[in-house]
Every structure is written in structure tokens, then in C-alpha cells.
T-cell receptor
């Protein structure tokens, strides 16, 4: 079964500092990859996605992520964080091909809680 | 354009009761998926519907059921509620049946007492 690992439960970063959130997946083939952000009590907002092509993808709010097939990783980065970036960040995957024509939902990691220090 | 909407925002139920949650997808989207998010965890996939048909189901008991209407809105029903059903229930919509790129609503917070 596919799985997603976000090794860091909490990360604290100073405002203006750079950020990297880690994501590793376990799956037989390269899935489609996503990062979502969730503010307290809110739904999830799609930050960026990787389907194919350039392994460095740009998203909203100044975020980017790099897909590394050899490491089964899809790490999220931001050069300079703002206090408003404090939130829960989720990495998610979905298989590119589904057997039997069915649909699988997104498989999420457990999330990384980002704290911004002033 | 309006995003995914869900109702109600919050509700409190008692063990053994039944609950119905509602979701309206983004205009033009034909697929709706439901997820359960327990506090401190990532969302878990429950169902996906496309063109009123169930296309995918996660590892949830038969107490959970859903349907999709001709206008592509959807309902999630949970019978015989347990304390462990307390969670944020998220609805996501996508354009096609494969539901690769999903856009989430704000969720319904269900508390079972």
C-alpha cells in the first residue's frame, strides 16, 4: 500500500528565514504529488502539484517543491517565510494509474506544523 | 467563482444517531470526494463520486454511505454514530473522474457525545 511520510511533526522557523519541509512516499510507481496547507479550523488549500516534466515546481504564496525520483521525495521550500505562513502542511499522493478504472483518493502524510518565530 | 461549500459548519450528535453532511462542488466540477480528518492526523479518504456513481471507496465501515445528485452536489451519511466518528469531514471537488487535482471545502466539524 502506498504511504506518505512527513518526518517532522513540528518545525519552528524565524520570520524571514528559509524553510524546507520534507516528504517521502512509498509506492510502486511514481504517483502524482501535492502539497496542501491548512490554517486552524479551515479546509485544505492546494499549494502546488507535480504530474510530470520539470522536477522543480512553483506554487502559490512563493512556495516551490522539488521531486527527486531516486529519493522518493517531494520536499517543499520557501526562501523567506512570513508570519502568515504558520499553518499545518500536508504532502499527498495519488496513483497515476488506477486498476479496474476505479479511483483512489489522495493519501496524505500526517502533516508538519509550522511555527513562525518573530 | 464560489469554491467548494459544505454544510453545516458544526454539529453535535449523540452516539447511535445518524448524520447527513452536504457538499456543493465548484461550478463545472463533476467529481466529489469525501475525507475524514481526525484531530492531529492527515485526511483519510472515504468516497469518491463521479457522474452520480461511486468510483472509489476507502477503508471505512458500511455505516458510511454517500450519494451524488444530478447537480453534482453530494451527501455523506453516517449511521449509528460512534465517539470515534468525531472529526472534521472534508469534501473535495475535481473536474474529471480520475480526481487527480482536488479542491477542498472548509469542512464540517462533527462532535459525537
Amino acid at each position: 500500500a502506498q504511504s506518505v511520510t512527513q518526518p517532522d511533526i513540528h518545525i519552528t522557523v524565524s520570520e524571514g528565514a528559509s524553510l524546507e519541509l520534507r516528504c517521502n512516499y512509498s509506492y510502486g510507481a511514481t504517483p502524482y504529488l501535492f502539497w496542501y496547507v491548512q490554517s486552524p479550523g479551515q479546509g485544505l488549500q492546494l499549494l502546488l502539484k507535480y504530474f510530470s516534466g520539470d522536477t522543480l515546481v512553483q506554487g502559490i504564496k512563493g512556495f516551490e517543491a522539488e521531486f527527486k525520483r531516486s529519493q522518493s521525495s517531494f520536499n517543499l521550500r520557501k526562501p523567506s517565510v512570513h508570519w502568515s505562513d504558520a499553518a499545518e502542511y500536508f504532502c499527498a499522493v495519488v496513483p497515476q494509474l488506477r486498476s479496474g478504472g476505479g479511483a483512489d483518493g489522495l493519501t496524505f502524510g500526517k502533516g508538519t506544523h509550522l511555527i513562525i518565530q518573530p | 467563482d464560489a469554491g467548494v461549500t459544505q454544510s453545516p459548519t458544526h454539529l453535535i450528535k449523540t452516539r447511535g444517531q445518524q448524520v447527513t453532511l452536504r457538499c456543493s462542488p465548484i461550478s463545472g466540477h463533476k467529481s466529489v470526494s469525501w475525507y475524514q480528518q481526525v484531530l492531529g492526523q492527515g485526511p483519510q479518504f472515504i468516497f469518491q463520486y463521479y457522474e452520480k456513481e461511486e468510483r472509489g471507496r476507502g477503508n471505512f465501515p458500511d455505516r458510511f454511505s454517500a450519494r451524488q445528485f444530478p447537480n453534482y452536489s453530494s451527501e455523506l451519511n453516517v449511521n449509528a454514530l460512534l465517539l470515534g466518528d468525531s472529526a472534521l469531514y472534508l469534501c473535495a471537488s475535481s473536474q474529471g473522474g480520475m480526481a487527480y487535482e482536488q479542491y477542498f471545502g472548509p469542512g464540517t466539524r462533527l462532535t459525537v457525545t
